[in-house]
């Protein structure tokens, strides 16, 4: 699994031209799967996800969690995060889990999160054409890879 991970000022995903989900502070995430991917790596990242030091201390450090920061969550499942550029200019999918995979261990990972959190998850809608609007805070943008772990 793949996540890519905003600091956000504010994040909404609108469905059809219609506000789905906001959030207002806190970490946007893009999910992607692959396959191969179990709930192992799901696990991973949530907690990776719920103690990441990405907002200022009263000093103005990056030393705070999602947690101790107040901020909330939003996770979008994001397929493209798979994408091969290996060859020619079209990117492959190929990497990317089917539906049967990858919807479930989304889900389970947004529950993770919620579970460490104890607070809930804004999410987008499985496999829907989403528009996303956010304000990068910072900007903070950090990737995080389950199986490579740095």
């Given at each position: 699994?793949?996540?890519?991970?905003?600091?956000?000022?504010h994040?909404?995903v609108?469905?059809?031209g219609?506000?789905y989900?906001?959030i207002n502070g806190g970490?946007?995430?893009?999910?992607?799967?692959e396959?191969?991917?179990?709930a192992?790596?799901a696990?991973w990242?949530?907690?990776?996800t719920a103690?990441l030091?990405?907002f200022n201390?009263s000093?103005?450090?990056?030393?705070?969690d999602i947690r101790?920061?107040?901020?909330?969550i939003m996770?979008?499942s994001?397929f493209?995060?798979?994408a091969s550029?290996r060859k020619?200019n079209?990117?492959?999918?190929i990497r990317?889990?089917?539906?049967?995979?990858?919807q479930?261990l989304?889900?389970?990972y947004c529950?993770?999160?919620?579970?460490l959190?104890?607070?809930?998850v804004?999410?987008?809608?499985?496999?829907?054409?989403?528009q996303?609007?956010l304000?990068n805070?910072?900007?903070?943008?950090?990737?995080?890879d389950s199986?490579?772990?740095?």
């Amino acid at each position: 699994m793949r996540i890519v991970i905003q600091r956000v000022t504010h994040a909404e995903v609108s469905i059809a031209g219609e506000l789905y989900s906001a959030i207002n502070g806190g970490m946007m995430i893009l999910v992607g799967v692959e396959h191969g991917d179990t709930a192992d790596d799901a696990q991973w990242l949530a907690s990776k996800t719920a103690g990441l030091r990405i907002f200022n201390d009263s000093e103005g450090v990056m030393n705070l969690d999602i947690r101790t920061a107040g901020g909330e969550i939003m996770a979008v499942s994001q397929f493209t995060l798979t994408a091969s550029t290996r060859k020619g200019n079209r990117p492959s999918y190929i990497r990317a889990a089917g539906h049967d995979l990858a919807q479930p261990l989304y889900e389970l990972y947004c529950t993770m999160l919620e579970n460490l959190l104890d607070r809930p998850v804004a999410r987008g809608v499985f496999g829907a054409d989403m528009q996303i609007n956010l304000t990068n805070d910072g900007p903070v943008t950090i990737i995080i890879d389950s199986k490579i772990k740095e």
